[in-house]
């Protein structure tokens, strides 16, 4: 495996809450990304990180924000959360040049 | 906008066969591409990528074909067991996305492996 790590592995929360999802990595790469997989979509990009504390938008990321404060951790939050986010939320890591991205195991995230 | 598709939603194949997966992307300016095989409750696992400086790429028991003229990718898995029974994507990279090499995926196909 490519040593990450994403907690909790299930979640069933209620409209309206706050959620956040971690993403723990013990490669030390540069470059890591959250994504959400829903039947029909294959996997949408919400943000990705290119290092500590620099983030961006990918093609999803109206009602995430995302956080970096170290080389290891990539937080996904969901400020309030509304049904139509639930899904299966994966991370995945890249190291530098013309390496592929490797993926964690998900998040089964639902929201009531 | 531009998104990567394939052929078919679902491929069942006698094991011990070849088994051919097709994927058709429409972005003249990607430059790299990749497969993955995601195994039910599990993450995306990679299995082979190839750039588009090249047309032919293999690994183990894998094989991916790049036809850049019709914007074609498949990846073709050789004496296919019943391990290999899962969902396959494609993605492709967008060349100007930056060094963060985003990638665009499809959304699947079902691989099924007959005894």
């Known amino acids: 495996d490519a040593g990450i790590t994403q907690s909790p592995r299930h979640k069933v929360t209620e409209t309206g809450t706050p959620v956040t999802l971690r993403c723990h990595q013990t490669?030390?790469?540069?470059?890591m990304y959250w994504y959400r997989q829903d039947p029909g979509h294959g996997l949408r990009l919400i943000h990705y990180?290119?290092?500590?504390?620099?983030?961006d938008k990918g093609e999803v990321s109206d009602g995430y924000s995302v956080s970096r404060s170290k080389t290891e951790d990539f937080l996904l939050t969901l400020e309030s959360a509304t049904s139509s986010q639930t899904s299966v939320y994966f991370c995945?890591?890249?190291?530098?040049?013309?390496?592929?991205?490797?993926f964690g195991d998900g998040t089964r995230l639902s929201i009531l | 906008g531009e998104s990567v598709g394939l052929h078919l939603p679902t491929l069942s194949v006698q094991e011990g066969d070849n088994s051919i997966i097709n994927c058709a992307y429409s972005n003249s300016a990607s430059d790299y591409f990749i497969w993955y095989k995601q195994e039910s409750g599990k993450g995306p696992q990679f299995i082979i990528d190839?750039?588009?400086?090249?047309d032919k790429r293999q690994g183990q028991r894998v094989t991916v074909l790049l036809n850049k003229t019709v914007k074609h990718l498949s990846l073709q898995i050789a004496a296919t067991q019943p391990g290999d029974s899962a969902v396959y994507f494609c993605?492709?990279?967008?060349?100007?996305?930056?060094?963060?090499?985003?990638?665009?995926f499809g959304s699947g196909t079902q691989l099924t492996v007959l005894p």
């Open positions: 190839i750039r588009s400086n090249m």
């Open positions: 490669e030390n790469h540069r470059y």
């Open positions: 990180s290119y290092g500590v504390k620099d983030t």
């Open positions: 993605a492709e990279n967008i060349k100007d996305t930056g060094s963060a090499r985003q990638l665009t």
């Open positions: 995945a890591i890249r190291g530098e040049g013309n390496q592929p991205q490797h």
